[in-house]
C-alpha cells in the first residue's frame, strides 16, 4: 500500500479562495520546446483559478561571470531574438524563461585544452539574456558519461568567462524509481544546473568518457537529444518585509506545531484567514500559501521566527492533545516562503504530495557553483526551480528546504513547511524524509559558518515536530539506488550527507563533514 498522499489544492484552499480573485482570463501558456507535459501530468484540481496578469519583462538578476578570455564582437540590443532560430517558453503570465538549444556535432578543436572529438556542442552566439545553464537528455535513466564545459558573456559586454565545468550527474537527485512523478513521461536525464550570473552568449562542449574496449581507446555514446537550456529567472518579487523574530499568527489564530505522531495533511486555513488574502495571488499562490496559514497570513513572504519558549509552548501543546510526550523541539528559525523568493506557482504540478512522518534529512550541496550574492539567492532559487521543472521535468522544487551562503532559509517544494512533504532530492530515499540544498558547490570550498548554522537551526525545528533526535540513527528503506537495492533496510544517521544514500560526491567533501557539527548544535537547540 503507498503511503503517498496528494491533496488538491481545491481542499487546501477552499477557505482562501472565498474572495474573487482579481486577474484577467489568459491563453494558456506556449509549452517549452521540449519539456512539454502530456494532459495528465498536471491534473487540474477544482479550486483552479485565472492565471495571474503577464509579468513584465526585465533582465535577470545577477553579477556578471568572472575571468578574461577572447571577446566576441557579436552583440544583440536588449530585448531583440538571439541568432540560434531555437524557442523558448516565454508566455505571458509566467515570469522568466528557458531557452532550449539542440546541441551539435563538434568539429575537431584546435584548442588544445579540449578533449578530442566526437562531442557535441554550440560555438560561441547571442542569446537572450540568461543566468544559468545546464544540459538535458531525452532518456532519464541513461547517464551522461563525460565532460560539460560552459563559457558565457557578462550581459551588455563583450568579455567571456574562463570556461566552467558542469557536474554532469544528476540523475541522484530525482523522484525515486516507480514513483508517480518519476513516471509522468516527462522526466528526461540532466547535468546539475550551474549558475553564471547575467550573460548573453554562451558556448558549450561536451567530450565523452574515453574507454577501452579490447585494447583500443573508445568514446563512450553520448545520450541522445542533448539540449543546451538556458534559464532567465525573470525579476525579483515585490514583496513586503516582515521583521525577523516577530511571530507569526494569523488574524484570530496563533501559532501551533505540527504533532509529531500523526500522519501530517494540510488543512484549511483558520477561521478569518480569507479576509486577508491579496487580491494579487492567483488560486495556484494561495494555495502554496494556504498550506503554511498557520503560521503567517496568505501572502506572506516571511514566516517569522518563533523564540524557544513560544516554540515549546506551542508543540507541547500538540503534544499533549496526541500522545502527552513531551517534545524536543528547536525554535521555529525564520523561513522565506515560495513567495518571498518569486515561485511561479504556474509552472509547478497543482496536487501536492505527502508522505507519513519525516524520519531524517538529507542535507545536500546545490553543485550551482558560489559565484552569487546572498541578493541574488532568489534568483537562484527559481532559476533551479524553472530548471528543475521545464527543463528536467519534475513537478516542482526538488528540495524540501534551501539555504544560502548567508544563512537565510527558504521554502523548497510546495504543500508546508511543516509537513511530510514528499520531495525528488535523494533518489531511492524520499519517502519520509526532507531535502535541504546548501546553495553552492562545497567539494573543494568551506561552506559558510552561516550556512551551517541554518542547517541546525532548521532540523532541530522541523525534526523536533516529527519527534526525531539529531544525533540519533534510523532505519529506512530503500526505494532503489545505485548504493542501495529496492527494498534494503538501511540505518543512517537522522542528519545525513546525500552519500550516505547514493554514491555521489554530494554535498561535497567540505560541507559532509560540518554535519557532525550540525547535527550537534541542532540537538542543543532541541533541549537534549
Not at 72 to 79: L, V
Not at 90 to 103: E, I
Not at 171 to 182: F, I, K, M, Y
Not at 232 to 257: F, I, K, L, M, N
Request: proline share 9%; with cysteine.
Amino acid at each position: 500500500m503507498r503511503s503517498l498522499m496528494v491533496t488538491s489544492i481545491g481542499v487546501t484552499c477552499a477557505a482562501a479562495l472565498t474572495l474573487p480573485l482579481a486577474a484577467p482570463a489568459l491563453s494558456a501558456p506556449v509549452p517549452h520546446a521540449s519539456s512539454a507535459r502530456p494532459p495528465s501530468a498536471a491534473p487540474q484540481s477544482p479550486g483552479a483559478g485565472p492565471p495571474a496578469a503577464p509579468a513584465t519583462p526585465a533582465a535577470p538578476a545577477g553579477s556578471a561571470p568572472t575571468g578574461s578570455t577572447p571577446t566576441d564582437s557579436r552583440t544583440a540590443p536588449a530585448g531583440e531574438p538571439d541568432d540560434s532560430g531555437e524557442p523558448d517558453d516565454r508566455s505571458a503570465g509566467v515570469a522568466g524563461s528557458t531557452q532550449s538549444l539542440p546541441l551539435e556535432r563538434l568539429a575537431a578543436s584546435s584548442d588544445r585544452s579540449a578533449a578530442p572529438a566526437p562531442g557535441r556542442g554550440l560555438d560561441r552566439r547571442t542569446t537572450r539574456p540568461f543566468s544559468l545553464v545546464g544540459v538535458v537528455w531525452d532518456d532519464a535513466e541513461a547517464e551522461l558519461h563525460g565532460t560539460v564545459q560552459v563559457r558565457t558573456r557578462a550581459a551588455g559586454g563583450e568579455r567571456w568567462s574562463d570556461w566552467q565545468d558542469v557536474e554532469t550527474h544528476n540523475d541522484e537527485h530525482a523522484a525515486d524509481l516507480g514513483s508517480d512523478e518519476r513516471a509522468s513521461g516527462a522526466v528526461r536525464g540532466s547535468t546539475a544546473p550551474l549558475w553564471v550570473g547575467a550573460s548573453d552568449g554562451v558556448e558549450v562542449r561536451v567530450h565523452p568518457e574515453a574507454a577501452d574496449e579490447e585494447g583500443r581507446s573508445i568514446a563512450v555514446r553520448l545520450p541522445e537529444g542533448l539540449r543546451l537550456e538556458l534559464v532567465d529567472p525573470g525579476p525579483d518579487p515585490v514583496t513586503e518585509s516582515v521583521p525577523a523574530g516577530q511571530a507569526g499568527a494569523v488574524p484570530g489564530g496563533r501559532t501551533s506545531a505540527t504533532p509529531a505522531s500523526l500522519p501530517v495533511r494540510p488543512g484549511p486555513p483558520p477561521a478569518g484567514t480569507a479576509a486577508v488574502v491579496p487580491e494579487t495571488l492567483t488560486a495556484a499562490s494561495a494555495a502554496a500559501s494556504a498550506v503554511n496559514a498557520e503560521f503567517a497570513p496568505l501572502g506572506a513572504s516571511l514566516i517569522p521566527a518563533m523564540t524557544q519558549a513560544e516554540t515549546a509552548e506551542a508543540a507541547a501543546e500538540a503534544a499533549e492533545e496526541a500522545v502527552g510526550a513531551k517534545p524536543y523541539i528547536g525554535p521555529r528559525p525564520g523561513i522565506i516562503t515560495r513567495k518571498g523568493w518569486g515561485a511561479d506557482e504556474k509552472l509547478r504540478e497543482r496536487n501536492f504530495a505527502y508522505t507519513k512522518t519525516v524520519k531524517a534529512a538529507f542535507v545536500h550541496h546545490s553543485a550551482t557553483g558560489n559565484n552569487y550574492t546572498c541578493k541574488q539567492a532568489p534568483s537562484v532559487l527559481r532559476s533551479i526551480y524553472r530548471y528543475h521543472v521545464k527543463s528536467s521535468g519534475w513537478r516542482d522544487f526538488g528540495y524540501n528546504f534551501a539555504v544560502d551562503k548567508c544563512g537565510n532559509i527558504y521554502e523548497g517544494r510546495a504543500g508546508g513547511v511543516s509537513r511530510a512533504v514528499l520531495g525528488a532530492h535523494t533518489l531511492g530515499f524520499n519517502t519520509n524524509t526532507m531535502g535541504i540544498a546548501v546553495l553552492g558547490s562545497y567539494s573543494s570550498t568551506n561552506p559558510p559558518a552561516a550556512a551551517v548554522t541554518a542547517v541546525a537551526k532548521l532540523t532541530a525545528w522541523k525534526l523536533g515536530l516529527f519527534g526525531r533526535n539529531p544525533k540519533g540513527k534510523v532505519t529506512l528503506v530503500s526505494g532503489g539506488s545505485n548504493k542501495y537495492a529496492k527494498g534494503k533496510k538501511v540505518k543512517m544517521n537522522v542528519i545525513s550527507g546525500h552519500r550516505d544514500g547514493f554514491a555521489t560526491e554530494c554535498p561535497g567533501a567540505r560541507l559532509y563533514k560540518k554535519l557532525g557539527t550540525a547535527r550537534t548544535s541542532s540537538a542543543h537547540l532541541q533541549g537534549r
